[in-house]
């Protein structure tokens, strides 16, 4: 049995040293693995990104996309004109021991830190394009900002197919492109205003994407001259919340959401949904924590206060009154000497 164990140690330690030292190379038909990677030999040939998010032998039109479609010496000569690809694959066959198991020993753990920490980045960057299913394709700029998404459905069966859809994009990857020049000539007010467009032209599920350029204009703009640094306070502390949701940090979460309420750029209505988001993010923690409920309490109560006349208002009022009875039942588990009443009603400005 310890031999059996020492020789599946080295062959996960093996398969994931075989992936690190791969993915920075393309495969025959000049995919990459890495995506960062990909981005690097994107930016120095000014070419755009074509990313490809599969589960190969999973999902049986993940196979035969790659299979009969991209990896073909069609599409490859295609492809090479204009274009880096790469192809980030969660099947199990590229993670071997994935996930470890708990029971496993400190050595295999340890073997296994390169492979976990490679998937958790590839499914933080699938996250980013708001991956919902596989197979998914998307054209991106070398800067790895979000130009559009690209069918990958039955009607395609032959390389060719694919080829006309990408080509169908062509003005959205001109158009694209040149929003992403704009940002980086011109006067500080400028390239702001062209940052704003940027964002206006990328869906707001993948506007995470422009994380870089959102604090930048935050950076070019200090003094308001566009009227956005409201909007990209919210924009940035979203990007914050979003970052802190996928690592399962609550508490970071709500710090960021503080940002908002602290900011006098930002109106009654939009501080009032930072201070309501905080709350309802408190709610998933540990809701028997009295202190916990306390906390939730006081963030609605400043919620309503903040714009009392707001649609929200009512459901925040409701809200409330839910939370008090709530924090009532927890205190009937305190000794008399250590039981608080909260107040009733909302606050008031």
Aim: glycine share 4%.
């Amino acid at each position: 049995m310890k031999k059996k164990l020492t020789a599946m140690t080295a062959l996960l330690a093996a398969a994931s040293l075989f992936i690190s030292c791969n993915s920075n190379r393309p495969d025959r038909f000049g995919w990459y693995e890495d995506f960062d990677k990909a981005k690097e030999v994107a930016q120095k040939n000014d070419k755009d990104i074509l990313l490809f998010v599969s589960l190969m032998g999973e999902d049986e039109r993940s196979s035969f996309f790659s299979d009969n479609i991209i990896r073909t010496e069609t599409f490859k000569d295609f492809a090479k004109t204009s274009l880096v690809c790469v192809n980030l694959d969660f099947s199990d066959k590229k993670y071997p021991g994935l996930p470890v198991d708990e029971s496993a020993s400190e050595k295999v753990k340890k073997s296994m830190i390169k492979l976990q920490q490679k998937y958790d980045k590839n499914l933080r960057i699938a996250t980013s394009f708001y991956v919902e299913s596989t197979p998914a394709a998307f054209l991106i700029t070398k800067e790895g900002y979000f130009i559009s998404s690209l069918s990958c459905d039955g009607s395609i069966i032959k390389p060719e197919d694919f080829i006309s859809v990408i080509d169908s994009k062509a003005e959205e990857r001109s158009r694209l492109n040149a929003l992403v020049e704009a940002t980086k000539s011109g006067g500080k007010i400028d390239q702001a205003r062209a940052i704003d467009a940027l964002c206006e032209a990328t869906p707001p599920q993948n506007r995470i994407l422009l994380t870089n350029e959102i604090e930048r204009f935050l950076e070019l703009d200090k003094e308001n001259e566009t009227g956005l640094i409201g909007k990209y306070t919210i924009a940035s502390v979203n990007i914050e919340v979003q970052n802190a949701f996928m690592n399962g940090d609550m508490k970071a979460a709500v710090e960021a959401l503080e940002k908002i309420t602290s900011s006098n750029f930002v109106t009654d209505e939009e501080k009032q949904q930072a201070y309501y988001m905080s709350a309802y993010i408190l709610r998933q923690t540990d809701v028997a924590d009295i202190d916990v409920t306390r906390r939730i309490f006081e963030l609605l109560q400043k919620a309503y206060a903040a714009s009392p006349e707001s649609e929200a208002a009512p459901e925040i009022l409701q809200a409330i009154e839910i939370t008090k009875e709530a924090f009532d039942l927890q205190q009937q588990h305190l000794s008399e000497d250590k039981r608080e009443r909260l107040p009733d009603g909302p606050l008031s400005n």
